[in-house]
Nanobody, 120 residues
Framework: QVQLVESGGGLVQPGGSLRLSCAAS????????MGWYRQAPGNKRDLVAR???????IYADSVKGRFTIFRDNANNTVYLQMNSLKLEDTAVFYC??????????????WGQGTQVTVSS
């Protein structure tokens, strides 16, 4: 079975940095796009950044210029480098990936979520 394992969340002061990682494992034939979403208390889950199969990326306006998404395709891993963190970045961050199994069936998978807390 496919599993997305996240790491790197934690507590950081405003202006600090964190790097999140998400490794996909299991019955994987191919991964197309991968991305990061986040959900703050009382809000819906929103896109943070997305890395498409062809190498293009998109970012939420609120993180553009501060966050960078990149991938290590050999290890089926996607990262989110977060710099200049703000109080309003506090949220549960979720990894997402579009994955094909050995039968050629595509579906979207979510990680379990990792807490990022920015506090002074």
């Amino acid at each position: 079975q496919v599993q997305l394992v996240e790491s790197g969340g934690g507590l950081v002061q405003p202006g600090g940095s964190l790097r999140l990682s998400c490794a996909a494992s299991g019955s994987i034939t191919k991964i197309s796009n991968m991305g990061w979403y986040r959900q703050a208390p009382g809000n819906k889950r929103d896109l943070v950044a997305r890395f498409f199969d062809g190498g293009s990326t998109i970012y939420a306006d609120s993180v553009k210029g501060r966050f960078t998404i990149f991938r290590d395709n050999a290890n089926n891993t996607v990262y989110l480098q977060m710099n200049s963190l703000k109080l309003e970045d506090t949220a549960v961050f979720y990894c997402y990936a579009d994955i094909a199994d050995p039968f050629g069936t595509w579906r979207g998978y979510w990680g379990q979520g990792t807490q990022v807390t920015v506090s002074s």
